[in-house]
């Protein structure tokens, strides 16, 4: 079946810096991939979409300019979180899709901003 | 828009009884379904999907009920067993657009 590898699993930065989430479908090629955001004990939120070779479409209320999202390839996806604030501090999952393939999760990303 | 919601926050039930989550919808054009498992500090696990041509479909001790009519979606699952203890969430999707999550349903299998 359709796997899409997330990394890092978790991951502790200082405020201010930068962090990069890689997704990855290691059997399909993903024309698109969904990154969501999830706060303790909440559901998913859809932040943006991005189809392969386009810029990502971001969701109303999402920071274009701080979480930046590559999509260059159709195997790879990339959510950089830009100077990083402790408020950014969530669980971030990506969903690939394509060739036939549903709505295939990442593990997710613990991300912890200090 | 897509709003999903679900009935109920949390869900207790004894170890074998069976377990009903509920999920309402509220985009007509939704097609397509989708119940995820979410076990703490981990993404969302597939359990069973349905598209809006079907009203049942059956997996390994989950049922999923649509109800196109009234907008309501429902998993079922038989003899429910400790490992089922998780967040359910369902969600739906009209054609390639992205998932709409409902809030999710603690379940709590009591042994």
């Known amino acids: 079946g359709a796997v899409v590898s997330q990394h890092p699993s978790r991951v502790i930065c200082k405020s201010g810096t930068s962090v990069k989430i890689e997704c990855r479908s290691l059997d399909f090629q993903a024309t698109t991939m969904f990154w969501y955001r999830q706060f303790p004990k909440k559901s998913l939120m859809l932040m943006a979409t991005?189809?392969?070779?386009?810029?990502?479409?971001?969701e109303q209320g999402v920071e274009k300019d701080k979480f930046l999202i590559n999509h260059a390839s159709l195997t790879l996806s990339t959510l950089t979180v830009t100077s990083a604030h402790p408020e950014d501090s969530s669980f971030y999952i990506c969903?690939?899709?394509?060739?036939?393939?549903?709505?295939?999760f990442g593990s997710g990303t613990r991300l912890t901003v200090v | 828009g897509e709003s999903v919601g679900l009935h109920l926050p949390t869900l207790s039930v004894q170890e074998g009884d069976n377990s009903i989550i509920n999920c309402a919808y509220s985009?007509?054009?939704?097609?397509?379904f989708i119940w995820y498992k979410q076990e703490s500090g981990k993404g969302p696990q597939f359990i069973i999907d349905i598209r809006s041509n079907m009203d049942k479909r059956q997996g390994q001790r989950v049922t999923v009920l649509l109800n196109k009519t009234v907008k309501h979606l429902s998993l079922q699952i038989a003899a429910t067993q400790p490992g089922d203890s998780a967040v359910y969430f369902c969600a739906a999707a009209s054609g390639n657009t992205p998932l709409v999550f409902g809030k999710g349903t603690r379940l709590s299998v009591i042994a």
């Open positions: 985009n007509s054009a939704s097609d397509y």
């Open positions: 991005s189809n392969e070779g386009s810029k990502a479409t971001y």
């Open positions: 969903s690939a899709s394509g060739q036939g393939y549903g709505y295939t």
